[in-house]
T-cell receptor
Framework: GENVEQHPSTLSVQEGDSAVIKCTYS??????FPWYKQELGKRPQLIID?????GEKKDQRIAVTLNKTAKHFSLHITETQPEDSAVYFC???????????FGTGTSLTVIP | SAVISQKPSRDICQRGTSLTIQCQVD?????MFWYRQQPGQSLTLIAT?????????ESGFVIDKFPISRPNLTFSTLTVSNMSPEDSSIYLC??????????????FGPGTRLTVL
């Protein structure tokens, strides 16, 4: 089955700096890659996603890039703010109706 | 996005007892998923529940321990049977829906925080 690895496990940045979280996946058949943000005590919330026919997707301060050949994808957050502090999970899947294989999570702290 | 509710939101249970968790969605969905999130860990799929058929369990999870019901297209239950402290986790249901980003994806319920003493 699919194996998703996520790095780093913890990340601290100064407010206003950028944060990058990287994930690799093992199954070349995976073609859907969502990113979830989970604040303490709350449910995971989808923040951005990308499909394998797209190399990059951006939504305001958040962007995701995908390298299908290398089987890795990354989350980029620019101009970080304290409210960006949370645990971020990447996932890979065959499609949205199949099992999501989650990475191990990255705890992001934005220091004011 | 889907409105997904879970009951109970949290519970503290004694070893050896069972707890049934309910997941309710505001509209009909084909597939519902049950995940477990152990403290400080990632999300692991327990099983996929389709209405009208037996749930499909992932490796490491069995029906006797985690029986699932899916009586209709808006509701599912997960039972954690014969609980031990190792079952202390957050249990989340999710459904595939079209959401705010205009894409079909999985949306999560608020979770049930289970503590087994």
């Amino acid at each position: 089955g699919e194996n998703v690895e996520q790095h780093p496990s913890t990340l601290s940045v100064q407010e206003g700096d950028s944060a990058v979280i990287k994930c690799t996946y093992s199954d070349s058949a995976s073609n859907y890659f969502p990113w979830y943000k989970q604040e303490l005590g709350k449910r995971p919330q989808l923040i951005i996603d990308i499909r394998s026919n797209v190399g990059e997707k951006k939504d305001q301060r958040i962007a995701v890039t995908l390298n299908k050949t290398a089987k890795h994808f990354s989350l980029h957050i620019t101009e970080t703010q304290p409210e960006d502090s949370a645990v971020y999970f990447c996932a890979a899947s065959l499609n949205t109706g199949n099992q999501f294989y989650f990475g191990t999570g990255t705890s992001l702290t934005v220091i004011p | 996005s889907a409105v997904i509710s879970q009951k109970p939101s949290r519970d503290i249970c004694q070893r050896g007892t069972s707890l049934t968790i309910q997941c309710q969605v505001d509209s009909q969905v084909t597939m519902m998923f049950w995940y477990r999130q152990q403290p400080g860990q990632s999300l692991t799929l327990i099983a996929t529940a389709n209405q009208g058929s037996e749930a499909t369990y992932e490796s490491g999870f069995v029906i006797d321990k985690f029986p699932i019901s899916r009586p209709n297209l808006t509701f599912s239950t997960l039972t954690v049977s014969n609980m031990s402290p190792e079952d202390s986790s957050i249990y989340l249901c999710s459904v595939e829906r079209r959401g705010e980003l205009g894409t079909d994806t999985q949306y999560f319920g608020p979770g049930t925080r289970l503590t087994v003493l």
